[in-house]
């Protein structure tokens, strides 16, 4: 790129690099650090998933993808992604700093879990900027730094707008839109 500094590009992808490294050795010895396997759980889950889908797709149902274990594996790390960020946390409600994407403050598990709205209103009156709570089911969509919509996946999710007004802590519902049920699947006669 023309008038970049392919030094300051280095530095920062190392710095990147880095960054996620640290970020991932810190959330698996969280994790992890109780069970029997400790560090090796996550990786036999993925490596004996990897084997029966390997087997089945291969010996059983051959899909005829090409250089299909390359193939499996790309999916199960994406999927292992998507469905680790659907996990969400549930560890003691406390402010933690965000990777800086959105202005906004944000609290899951807003209405699951009793301590949560305590905590993030006692995080509000200390200073925390305002932001959004929601429900499980509930997902924010921004573009930029607005927030778009609110979409749910069960019908009694919900999601707010918070911030501080004088001495108290404001609660605004926002209006959102139910995905409907899933469809239900029927086995095809054979």
């Known amino acids: 790129m023309p008038g970049v500094d392919k030094g300051s590009l280095a530095s920062e992808g190392r710095r990147l690099a880095q960054l ?20 090796l759980w996550p990786l036999a889950r993925q490596l ?5 889908l390997l087997l089945v797709f291969t010996s059983v149902v051959d899909l005829g993808i090409d250089d299909y274990p390359a193939f499996l594996f790309t999916g199960l790390v994406a ?13 003691d409600p406390k402010p933690y700093e965000g990777l800086g994407f959105l202005p906004h403050s944000n609290a899951v598990h807003y209405e699951e879990e009793s301590n949560r709205r305590p905590a993030y209103h006692a995080a509000l009156l200390n200073g925390m900027p305002g932001g959004y709570a929601a429900s499980d089911g509930a997902a924010l969509h921004f ?37 409907g049920e899933r469809p239900k699947l029927e086995l095809a006669a054979a």
């Open 20 to 39: 996620t490294i640290h970020l991932a050795v810190r959330e698996v010895t969280a994790r992890h650090r109780f069970t029997t396997l400790g560090w």
């Open 48 to 52: 004996a998933q990897f084997g029966v």
């Open 143 to 179: 573009i930029g730094d607005d927030l778009h919509r609110v979409v749910l996946s069960r019908p009694k999710a919900r999601a707010y707008r918070v911030e501080v007004a004088g001495e108290d802590v404001v609660e605004h519902p926002l209006e959102a839109t139910y995905l």
């Open 79 to 91: 999927w292992s992604w998507f469905a680790s960020g659907l996990t969400a946390y549930h560890h």
